[in-house]
């Protein structure tokens, strides 16, 4: 079971379930990675509805390295992602929020 207060998210692929967290150094990986903007506008493009697909692959793979695996985004080509495309979109955007979520009461 993934902790939501500690930022994991999880995600089956070809049936083997991950546990994905966007550590610092998962997070600074993939701001290295993006191709277009920061941290910021990629959030943004997530509230807005205006993400891309490689924004999604972005995300599921910094998470995925965060939780300690050592693939990258070329080992997740044919790989089956439950969920299909949606299910990654729904995942990569609950890994982003829960990454800048502070539990309820605190400030």
Avoid: C, Y
Avoid at 45 to 63: H, K, N, P, Y
């Amino acid at each position: 079971m993934a902790n939501p207060w500690s930022g994991e998210v999880v995600l089956v692929i070809d049936g083997e379930r991950h546990v994905l967290k966007l550590t610092l150094g998962a997070l600074a990986e993939l701001e290295a990675g993006l191709q277009a903007g920061t941290l910021v506008q990629l959030v943004e493009r997530f509230e807005s509805g205006a993400f891309s697909t490689r924004d999604v692959l972005s995300l599921i793979v910094a998470g995925l390295r965060g939780g300690g695996w050592r693939g990258g985004a070329s080992d997740l080509v044919s790989a089956e992602i439950q969920g299909g495309p949606m299910g990654a979109a729904k995942v990569a955007a609950e890994l982003l929020a829960r990454a800048f979520m502070l539990p309820d009461g605190a400030a």
